[in-house]
């Protein structure tokens, strides 16, 4: 059975940083595609980034030059790291995970198959 589980989220002020970890069980994290998604209040689950099994990453406009998806495969953990942190980023953050190859030129929440529970980052002002 797999499990996702997301740690790392909080409250920061405008300008700063979290990093999110998601541990992954039942799953090899170095054979699948692995994303991080998020969802604000009263709006549509977005996706953040994505990761393929050799590495190869995909940002949403919105947070490129600011986050930074990674895995350490020898821990089955994906990560994100958040930096210049906004308002607008805060959200529920949900890592997700499908077996085989990321499918597509975006990063879309049908195709994968896992999904952690969430963690709540809050950004203010």
């Known amino acids: 059975q797999v499990q996702l589980v997301e740690s790392g989220g909080g409250s920061v002020q405008a300008g700063g940083s979290l990093r999110l970890s998601c541990a992954a069980s039942?799953?090899?994290?170095?054979?699948?595609?692995m994303g991080w998604f998020r969802q604000a209040p009263g709006k549509e689950r977005e996706g953040v980034a994505r990761v393929n099994k050799y590495g190869t990453t995909l940002y949403t406009d919105s947070v490129k030059g600011r986050f930074t998806i990674s895995k350490d495969n020898t821990k089955n953990t994906l990560y994100l790291q958040m930096n210049s942190l906004k308002p607008d980023d805060t959200a529920m953050y949900y890592c997700?995970?499908?077996?085989?190859?990321?499918?597509?030129?975006?990063?879309?929440?049908?195709?994968?198959?896992?999904w952690g529970q969430g963690t709540q980052v809050t950004v203010s002002s």
């Open positions: 997700a995970a499908r077996e085989g190859a990321c499918i597509g030129s975006g990063i879309q929440a049908y195709m994968y198959n896992y």
């Open positions: 039942g799953y090899t994290s170095s054979s699948g595609c």
